[in-house]
């Protein structure tokens, strides 16, 4: 299938592609590494638009280390310019700025979706080997080159670290540090959680302990485990996740 092409919006800051040829009612967040293209399957045919976060796809980087609220602030400059509420799907590090979104402005969102997004307990990292710190301080103080360093920050980091480049780097290391209790608490829009039940990257037991802390919130929330599914739900499965948009849809009475 091939993708929606893409257009300009907010003057180039962001590329989106278009589905259907109404306004939309759903509005798409890809994962960390990915784009909108991602969406191809899950929104054809509906009135959607899936964004390219800035930095990812075709959309140009920010210009300082953003965290996943401040790209929540570019989702938001979006919809205030279309047809809303929305609903809004959020796959990954999407999901993280759809709640972002959602927290800061229910009147934008009629209800999120959420598929594969680490929101509660942050990320516990194994501290660094002790001769990766030891070059590091030396970094520090002079005594190894820049060169040096980013071969071993290539040979220790995660994959997804050695694939970043420039600002979005550090973009990186601060969103994995992030948690989203807070936001999660104040939710008062529907929310979804769809999950890969074999996620290795966001396991299902995070899913199901966002659900409690909303649900202890009274927000109205859902959790769905989709068997033999692991991360990336918007690619392996698009049909459950355009169920969970139709239903979404028809609870808004939109």
């Not at 929310?191 to 927000?219: F, K, N, T």
């Amino acid at each position: 299938m091939t993708p929606a092409p893409l257009r300009a919006l907010g003057g180039g800051a962001l590329m989106a592609r278009f589905f259907g040829d109404r306004p939309p009612r759903v509005m798409a967040l890809h994962g960390w590494g990915r784009e909108s293209a991602d969406f191809t399957e899950v929104l054809d045919g509906m009135a959607a638009v899936a964004l390219d976060l800035p930095g990812f796809g075709s959309s140009p980087p920010p210009d300082r280390a953003w965290g996943a609220d401040d790209y929540a602030v570019g989702v938001i400059a979006v919809l205030e310019e279309m047809h809303s509420p929305m609903v809004v799907l959020g796959h990954s590090f999407g999901g993280r700025v759809a709640v972002c979104v959602a927290a800061r402005r229910a009147d934008l969102v009629g209800g999120l979706i959420l598929t594969g997004a680490p929101l509660v307990g942050g990320v516990r990292r194994p501290r660094p080997h002790p001769a990766y710190r030891l070059i590091r301080w030396g970094h520090r103080h002079g005594l190894v080159s820049d060169k040096r360093l980013e071969s071993l920050r290539r040979q220790h980091g995660s994959s997804d670290y050695r694939a970043a480049r420039g600002v979005m780097r550090d973009v990186l290391v601060k969103v994995v540090n992030e948690s989203y209790e807070e936001q999660l608490d104040t939710l008062s829009v529907p929310v979804h959680l769809v999950w890969g039940a074999q996620d290795r990257e966001v396991p299902v037991v995070r899913a199901r302990q966002a659900y409690r802390r909303l649900r202890e919130s009274g927000c109205a929330v859902r959790l769905r485990e989709v068997d033999g599914v692991g991360h990336d739900l918007p690619l392996s499965r698009p049909d459950v996740l355009r169920e969970a948009i139709r239903g979404m849809l028809e609870g808004t009475g939109r």
